[in-house]
């Protein structure tokens, strides 16, 4: 999937419904990543980045994780190192500017930038728009090392594979490792940082966010109908029929001799009346999905007494559910 985009999931779409799909009535699911008119879901554009943040946010907000690499709970005073500056690499870089860390260096394939007080995600996106690069930004100076090594809380390699290796491991000064992009660590690196306690939270982990909104699209697909489009309506009749009785309720204990009471909505409650979008839903799915499978990941951690080694939790949590489902298929 690199270099691609929703252009080229639409032209891939295209061609199986006007060859070997134009029979089937469920075509639009044959590829993932599509635009919106194409049968896409909102909330896949940036699904992948959302992924990076809650992936990172279940382990930071974690006490006994936290204790283990010495760090405080939370997002706030956190720092943290981008390697790369693509769409999962900006976003990500804006999620957790948002939630209070703080960037103080990007790398790309043309060259990186420092600054120990922070970079700001909007500043250098408008620079790199305007001049297709982050190199020359004016408010961080050129980085000539690896930015891989450069100490920090947080390592973000959000590039392309093999990036993290025997040679350069021992020297990386992160204490935890999110992998944003896929395969970005040797198996020979991983044990390294096993050893030099470094918490890596495994790309299967971490950057699954766009695989898993692509299979609410995919469902999507194969329902043809939005979510929540059928109970919007009754959601929202729903909402104010509770309060039309909450103030039919007080008028009666109070009496309406001063008129009637009205039932005032916070912006928080209209905007829950009003119903979830198609958006809201998949954030939230996407956030729920989640946490669950790093709660299934550290508990798997720690009835082995793994440690930090959660890449091994992970493919064990896989490997029992398959091991599960073929003991009661009567596989094995």
Not at 7 to 26: K, P
Not at 88 to 116: F, Q, S, W
Not at 297 to 326: F, H, P, S
């Amino acid at each position: 999937d690199v270099s691609t985009g929703e252009r080229e999931m639409s032209w891939i779409a295209d061609a199986y419904t006007h060859t070997l799909g134009y029979r089937d009535i469920n075509s639009q699911a044959c590829v993932t990543g599509k635009p919106i008119s194409q049968g896409s879901i909102h909330g896949q554009h940036s699904a992948t980045r959302r992924g990076v943040l809650h992936g990172i946010e279940n382990y930071i907000t974690n006490t006994d994780y936290m204790d283990c690499m010495g760090l405080s709970p939370g997002f706030p005073s956190k720092t943290f190192v981008l390697q790369g500056f693509g769409k999962v690499g900006l976003h990500t870089m804006k999620y957790l500017h948002k939630y209070g860390a703080r960037c103080i260096c990007v790398g790309e394939t043309d060259g990186a930038i420092y600054n120990p007080r922070g970079i700001d995600p909007k500043e250098l996106e408008d620079y790199e728009q305007s001049h297709g690069t982050i190199v020359g930004f004016p408010k961080a100076e050129a980085y000539d090392g690896s930015i891989l090594e450069v100490p920090c809380d947080i390592l973000i390699p959000a590039a392309i594979e093999k990036q993290l290796t025997r040679e350069n491991a021992p020297r990386v000064q992160a204490k935890i490792i999110a992998e944003a992009a896929n395969g970005p660590t040797t198996p020979a690196a991983h044990k390294i940082f096993l050893q030099r306690n470094i918490l890596v939270i495994p790309d299967v982990c971490v950057n699954a966010g766009g695989v898993t909104v692509s299979f609410f699209e995919w469902l999507k697909n194969l329902n043809h109908i939005s979510y929540g489009h059928l109970s919007f309506k009754y959601k929202w009749e729903s909402g104010y029929h509770l309060l039309q009785s909450v103030q039919h309720s007080l008028e009666q204990r109070f009496g309406k001799g001063r008129g009637e009471i009205p039932i005032v909505l916070s912006p928080e409650f209209q905007a829950h009346v009003t119903g979830a979008s198609e958006k809201d839903i998949v954030h939230l799915g996407l956030a729920y999905t989640m946490e669950q499978s790093a709660k299934q990941i550290m508990t798997m951690a720690a009835r082995y007494n793994l440690g930090l080694d959660q890449r091994t939790a992970a493919y064990l949590c896989a490997l029992e559910k398959v091991l599960t489902v073929y003991n009661e298929a009567s596989f094995t």
